[in-house]
């Protein structure tokens, strides 16, 4: 039962705030910041709220707060003697051409490429694999400044068209645009408010999910509600397309609608996340017989997930965690729909299935072991066919295709083998490499290890250890650890040119795969959700504990970072153990857990950490580890919050509130600072966005760590 009541905000000012550290001969004058009289109350608990006011994005006071904590915080930053051999170092070893797996329609194969330091990747099509490849669409020309990104992007099945999404600085905001691919032609139709959504083509025209038009202003800030699906055809104007599923009664559902690859079937997917349940409703529409209802597969949303494969005829080939923690793939028969009926296609096995996909008449499953990835070929009924020898141990990702494709790509990498391109040959069942980085990287440099440490209740919780070889186990390295810890997300290994500057400098790169993540299947993320999360928070700690008790760093030396659910948890065991880190970087994080909800689309994480206003229980669970609502007067670690004006995934808010809370209550000389990109979001929005924003980590970690790099 909800009970939580809202008191009016009060304009009185109370308390202005103003602190100074000193630190490495910097020394740190804090920004005054406004404190004033605001209380909510939860089950009986007054919860004091000095800060609300930060909230509000769009304010004239907020903005003038942000400029000068980022007056501060680069002030501090360019007295870092080293900021920008740091910031030319990052340059050199990000410049290097990337490509994506290419894909096939009808006679051409479209890919996307980098150059180097492009802002961003642009796409390229050519006929055949041998054929002159041109370019299709550069995203670099949707902004002078390089912030604009693609986002969705999809080829009509005859190849006519390609409609693809654009969203200005980092939003999550899209708007849609159709290219006729024959003319690159762009057409003068746009749909705007897109999010959350697929692109899914069927018969001259696409699928996608949207919301209505947000209160002016609030765009970045208001809540996302009331879903809606709808179908666009190709050379109208949005006001006439059509609306194919709505629920009004059910405001916080996401809605998606994709075709089958013969575009037979539309497949509506519900899920119903504001309510805390986990999984989805499943529903059909059989398009070749002109149908406009739907018909239920999965009729309820429950906590079990439903993912559309593709049909086979008039049966659905549909992954689902229904009984299998680790994952299954059913074929499921509309003439037949009970679940008695339902024919396991790949049973769960005892390594988590990480994805699965079809092409060329084949399943493709990927599994998980140890956090690394193995790949089995089924055929259409389950048939094991043979397991894709893979050139080292580490991820891999692709293998998608047409039903009549008779090869895929799929790309391979860990944290010392740079991204390459492979080419299976289904027939054969031989693998060929397609595309080798052209990258100057020596990888046996280096090593990885995997070691398996205890957290606090005795789990076994993996963690891969990177550095450089002949490393001295004195306690003296420095140590950058990583982790998330949520939402089913793995870490698994892959290349970041970015980190060999760390490694150059003797660092050692550190990962945890904490609990909360799928890395062993479902039961691992339920040990870190909800009421458990405090496992998450004891296996990072105990991650830290392990590096220092094996001796490759110690407390003055170990840095930690996480991003959105890792910034939570890195603000949450800088909480817990201030003493055990010298220096923390939490990202775009989760830091007010008692209002989540009340943005965007935060709602959505419910069924990962509860509410506030669900019941007693979850609310004293997330006060009990909250980053903004744990600060107390003590020494901190040297911190640098990062967020971004346009991040409306995680707003800003949440980082705002805690920086100002954290420079209040620091006792230390310590800094602790905040550093807010501009027309960036929940993630870096252009290629010189990221490399000078991990320029500025760097040097902050590397400065407080005492270490001068050269280079």
């Known amino acids: 039962m909800r009970r939580f009541l809202l008191f009016a905000f009060s304009l009185l000012l109370v308390l202005s705030i103003s602190f100074q550290s000193i630190a490495q001969g910097i020394r740190v004058q804090y920004p005054k910041t406004v404190k004033v009289n605001h209380t909510d109350t939860y089950f009986g608990t007054t919860i004091t709220d000095s800060y609300r006011w930060l909230e509000k994005d769009d304010s004239p006071e907020t903005a003038k707060w942000v400029e000068e904590q980022n007056k501060v915080t680069f002030e501090y930053l360019e007295k870092i003697p080293y900021r920008q051999k740091v910031k030319e170092r990052l340059e050199k070893v990000f410049n290097y051409p990337k490509y994506s797996s290419p894909f096939r329609r009808g006679d051409n194969y479209i890919f996307f490429k980098n150059d180097g330091l492009q802002n961003q990747s642009v796409a390229y099509i050519q006929k055949g694999l041998e054929g002159k490849a041109e370019v299709l669409l550069d995203p670099n020309t949707f902004s002078t400044d390089g912030t604009s990104r693609l986002g969705a992007f999809s080829i009509s099945k005859d190849g006519k068209y390609l409609a693809y999404g654009i969203s200005q600085g980092g939003s999550d905001w899209q708007t849609y645009y159709v290219m006729e691919i024959a003319s690159k032609k762009v057409l003068p139709e746009t749909i705007e408010w897109v999010k959350v959504s697929g692109l899914s083509w069927q018969a001259g025209g696409f699928y996608y999910s949207r919301y209505d038009a947000p209160e002016k202003g609030k765009e970045l800030s208001s809540k996302n509600e009331n879903h809606k699906v709808y179908y666009h055809k190709v050379g109208t104007e949005q006001s006439q397309d059509e609306l194919i599923y709505q629920d009004k009664d059910n405001p916080q559902r996401f809605h998606f609608a994709a075709t089958t690859e013969d575009e037979k079937f539309l497949v509506l997917s519900i899920s119903d996340r504001g309510k805390g349940k986990r999984g989805d409703a499943l529903f059909f529409r059989d398009l070749s017989k002109g149908e406009k209802g739907f018909t239920p597969i999965i009729a309820e949303v429950g906590d079990d997930s439903f993912d559309l494969i593709d049909n086979v005829g008039d049966k659905f080939l549909i992954e689902t965690n229904r009984n299998a923690p680790n994952n299954k793939v059913i074929l499921f028969d509309p003439k037949n729909p009970d679940e008695k009926n339902w024919k396991e296609i790949l049973p769960e096995r005892e390594q988590p299935l990480n994805s699965v996909s079809s092409a060329g008449g084949k399943l493709f499953a990927t599994y998980l072991k140890d956090v690394t990835s193995r790949v089995s070929v089924y055929d259409l009924t389950g048939k094991l066919e043979n397991e894709v020898e893979l050139p080292a141990i580490g991820t891999v990702g692709g293998f998608g295709g047409d039903r009549e494709d008779k090869f895929v790509f799929y790309t391979f990498t860990s944290f010392t083998f740079a991204p390459t391109i492979y080419r299976y040959d289904i027939a054969t069942k031989k693998t060929t490499l397609f595309r080798a980085p052209e990258i100057d990287f020596k990888a046996t440099d280096y090593e990885t290890k995997q070691v398996f440490y205890p957290s606090k209740d005795g789990t076994k919780v993996p963690m891969f250890i990177v550095h450089k070889k002949g490393l001295k186990l004195d306690g003296n390295n420095p140590v950058l650890l990583y982790g998330y810890g949520g939402f089913s997300v793995n870490l698994l290994p892959g290349f970041n040119p970015l980190l060999i500057p760390i490694f150059e400098q003797g660092g050692v790169y550190a990962v945890a795969n904490l609990r909360g993540g799928n890395e062993y299947g479902e039961k691992w993320h339920e040990g870190g959700r909800k009421l458990n999360k405090q496992n998450v928070f004891d296996d990072f700690i105990s991650a830290s504990e392990y590096l ?5 760093t110690s407390s003055e030396k170990l840095a930690i ?29 989760v830091m007010d857990m008692l209002r989540f909800q009340k943005f965007t689309i935060g709602w959505n994480w419910i069924p990962e950490y509860g509410s506030s206003e669900q019941d007693e229980a979850n609310f004293k669970n997330l006060y009990a580890y909250s980053p903004l609502h744990n600060l107390k007067e003590t020494k901190y670690p040297a911190t640098l919050v990062t967020t ?10 949440h980082s705002f509130k805690y920086a100002a809370t954290l420079q209040e209550k620091h006792q230390g000389t310590n800094p602790v600072l905040i550093r807010v990109n501009v027309k960036s979001g929940h993630g870096a929005s252009s290629t010189s966005k990221r490399i000078e924003e991990t320029a500025d980590i760097y040097s902050f970690i590397f400065y407080n760590l005492g270490v001068t790099p050269s280079y």
């Not at 220092?548 to 490759?552: F, L, N, R, V, W």
């Not at 971004?644 to 808010?653: F, G, L, M």
Request: without cysteine.
């Open 548 to 552: 220092i008790k094996e001796k490759y």
């Open 561 to 589: 970072q996480g991003g959105s659910n890792g910034g939570l948890l890195v603000g949450a065991v800088m909480n817990q153990r201030p003493d055990l880190f010298k220096v923390a970087i939490p990202q775009v994080g």
């Open 644 to 653: 971004a004006d346009h991040d409306d995934r995680v707003v800003p808010a």
